[in-house]
């Protein structure tokens, strides 16, 4: 029994990937955050199922424990049992059928994705940044926190996402992308599709170096829900 109990909890940490985002999981239809790896740890918050984490890392004294965090919606940081978290990179992945021109285009699941990027001209643009009070350094785009860069001038941009599902197109706000500078190639984007709740996951990681972020767009139900963001250090 003993080593039965030993081989299903290396097994559950094979299956963890640290650094990547995960899905909280949990029939009771929320999980608590605790300050440590331990059932009567203090509780930092609590998350519903559903939400999507950060994976920092295993935690060696508490190791069916993993350090999560949330993206900039709650800020919430602390340790969530294994068994309920879900890496998103084991749901049926959308494949990307081509990448050209700066345009990533995926398809599969009855679902059709495509990214388009592009240039962007700062210059032209100027008049809708702000800057932090006395400083030179760049923190907003049109009244959101910009992402990509540690405060200098960003040099490419998402020019328009297109998502649609059994044919039909699913509107993407600008509001949901214009402020995500310094998008990636095809190997730091990915998208994934959860049939049980019929919940399309767009991923990217992006930076110019400094500026490293992870944004994530959620549809669910054949409409845009909202975006995240990730910090991963």
């Not at 940081?77 to 294994?82: I, L």
């Not at 785009?141 to 405060?151: A, H, I, L, P």
């Not at 020019?159 to 509107?171: L, P, Y």
């Not at 767009?202 to 500026?211: E, L, M, Q, R, V």
């Amino acid at each position: 029994m003993k080593k039965r109990g030993i081989l299903c909890l290396v097994l559950l940490l094979t299956t963890m990937s640290y650094g990547q985002l995960a899905k909280i999981v949990d029939k009771d239809g929320y999980v608590n955050v605790r300050k440590s790896g331990q059932i009567g740890s203090p509780i930092n918050g609590r998350l519903n199922t559903g939400e999507i984490v950060f994976l920092f890392e295993v935690d060696e004294s508490s190791p069916n424990w993993s350090i999560i965090e949330t993206g900039i919606r709650n800020e919430i940081s602390g340790y969530v049992h294994n068994s309920r978290l879900k890496m998103l990179d084991t749901y049926t992945q959308i494949p990307l059928v081509s990448s050209l021109n700066d345009e990533l285009k995926y398809s599969g699941s009855n679902i059709t994705i495509t990214i388009s990027m592009g240039a962007f001209n700062y210059s032209k643009n100027k008049s809708k940044f702000s800057k932090h009070k006395g400083t030179n350094f760049i923190w907003a785009y049109n009244g959101q926190e910009m992402r990509g860069t540690d405060g200098t001038e960003p040099t490419k941009q998402y020019t328009s996402i297109k998502v649609k599902q059994k044919g039909v197109d699913i509107v993407v706000p600008t509001k949901a992308f214009e402020n995500m500078f310094q998008p990636s190639d095809a190997e730091y984007t990915a998208c994934y599709y959860d049939k049980s709740d019929d919940t399309i996951y767009i991923t990217a990681n992006n930076s110019d170096g400094a500026g490293s972020y992870i944004v994530i767009w959620i549809f669910k139900g054949g409409k845009y829900i909202y975006n995240d963001v990730y910090i991963p250090f």
